[in-house]
């Protein structure tokens, strides 16, 4: 049931209590009669009720998902894929350093996941949930300079 239903019901419930008002203008009046079509009214108000108890659920619902649609939108204007390392980044936090976004979660599932440093250099991100790695050119550089030294070490301990 829905608006349509309520407003049927609310139709059957004015023509029902004109008919009310007929019986109980007549100098014959039957009260079983009248009490029927009370009974009657009653009904179709109550119907008239739970339609738009249905209809002001149904626009709750639709009120909820469309702030999550303007959510997701206000969002996707703040994300911008970083072409160097493949993942996404907010505008709005630019200032606060590079907070990666994980690319699959964001394409995939409309979730803003941020990724978490890997290893100790700088540029090299790791998404928690798929365990992939995301490298810019500085953190490809950095890690191969890390192992270069880690090779190093072992090289001059001998």
């Known amino acids: 049931m829905g608006i349509s239903e309520a407003i049927a019901a609310g139709k059957a419930l004015v023509e029902v209590s004109k008919l009310a008002r007929d019986l109980v203008n007549n100098p014959d009046v039957n009260p079983h009669q009248v009490r029927a079509t009370v009974q009657e009214m009653l009904i179709h108000l109550t119907n008239a009720q739970a339609g738009l108890a249905e209809a002001q659920q149904e626009i709750m619902t639709l009120r909820s998902q469309l702030a999550d649609r303007e959510s997701l939108l206000e969002i996707e204007a703040d994300m911008e ?72 070490q072992r090289s001059w301990r001998g």
């Not at 440093?117 to 300079?145: D, L």
């Open 81 to 152: 894929f970083q072409i160097d390392g493949g993942f996404y980044v907010r505008k709005s936090e630019k200032g606060r350093g590079c907070i990666a976004y994980c690319p699959v979660c964001w394409k995939k599932d409309g979730k803003t996941i941020p990724m978490a440093m890997h290893g100790t250099s700088s540029g090299c991100f790791r998404c928690t949930v798929h365990n992939t790695v995301y490298r810019t050119a500085e953190g490809s550089r950095n890690e191969s300079a890390a192992w270069s030294d880690m090779n190093n």
